[in-house]
């Protein structure tokens, strides 16, 4: 075979066009987190989850940890994707590093982690490469109390109360209704745990295995993990399909 030197060699193929770098992307989510609840109390922020972790619609994993700490006045919890989860948990850790290797005796508060998360969220959306996780940071600074959401669109809001996924619909009802701010710290856990045995009864990717954290001006704890007593004897519960037309 005859190779005419004067002709250029073939570019190599861009690796932003090669199946490796598709590869890095999250298409779609695998091992999921439901719902996250977070309250203001008379004292701080509380924040319950489950520990459950779902491979499509199998609870694969009952001891999933979704709230975590940032920095020394917040806690993060969220539900969706947990290795974006655990991807947005390298970012705070980053985000955090910094700013104490500023050594100017201020560190980050609860707002300021929020408004970061909101950019970080909304900049993968533009990309068209979102992570897949919905969010809840929660904190005091100063004795402020500060609780936000935000998806993974970058559509955020702080407010009393907030919930994700399938406590949006099934838990903030009951918070509008019996939340207000002079909750004590046991009328809190109490509110937040009637939350997540309605989740346990009506979310199919509910696990009765969760974590409750509190964060006040003197720090932060996260409760071991622990189970509600529930009641599976209601008569809707023994026959739920009675009186539905078209059901098996």
């Not at 996250?36 to 199998?58: C, F, N, P, R």
């Not at 994707?81 to 910094?98: K, M, P, W």
């Not at 700013?99 to 950019?119: F, I």
Request: charged residues 25%; neutral net charge.
């Amino acid at each position: 075979m005859i190779v005419d030197s004067s002709s250029p060699a073939p570019a190599k193929k861009s690796l932003l066009l090669s199946s490796e770098a598709d590869l890095q992307r999250t298409q779609t989510p695998y091992v999921t987190g439901t719902s996250v609840i977070a309250i203001k109390y008379k004292d701080g922020i509380l924040i319950a989850a489950d520990m459950g972790g779902s491979y499509g619609s199998t609870l694969r994993y009952k001891n999933v940890e979704r709230i975590r700490p940032v920095g020394k006045h917040s806690l993060i919890g969220a539900s969706g994707e947990i290795s974006d989860f655990q991807e947005i948990l390298r970012y705070l850790d980053e985000l955090i590093l910094n700013d104490s290797m500023w050594d100017d005796g201020n560190s980050l508060g609860p707002k300021e982690v929020h408004n970061y998360l909101t950019r970080v969220m909304y900049n993968r959306r533009n990309k068209f490469n979102p992570l897949w996780n919905s969010l809840i940071l929660g904190g005091v600074k100063n004795g402020q109390k500060y609780l936000g959401t935000v998806n993974m669109i970058g559509v955020h809001y702080e407010d009393n109360h907030v919930a994700t996924g399938f406590g949006n619909h099934l838990a903030r009802p009951i918070l509008r209704e019996e939340w207000n701010e002079n909750l004590t710290f046991e009328e809190g856990v109490k509110l937040l745990e009637k939350c997540m045995r309605v989740l346990l009864y009506r979310d199919r990717s509910a696990v009765n295995k969760l974590q409750i954290a509190k964060i006040t001006d003197e720090g932060f704890t996260i409760s071991q993990p622990y189970s509600l007593k529930t009641q599976w004897k209601f008569k809707a519960f023994e026959n739920p399909t009675v009186g539905a037309e078209g059901s098996w």
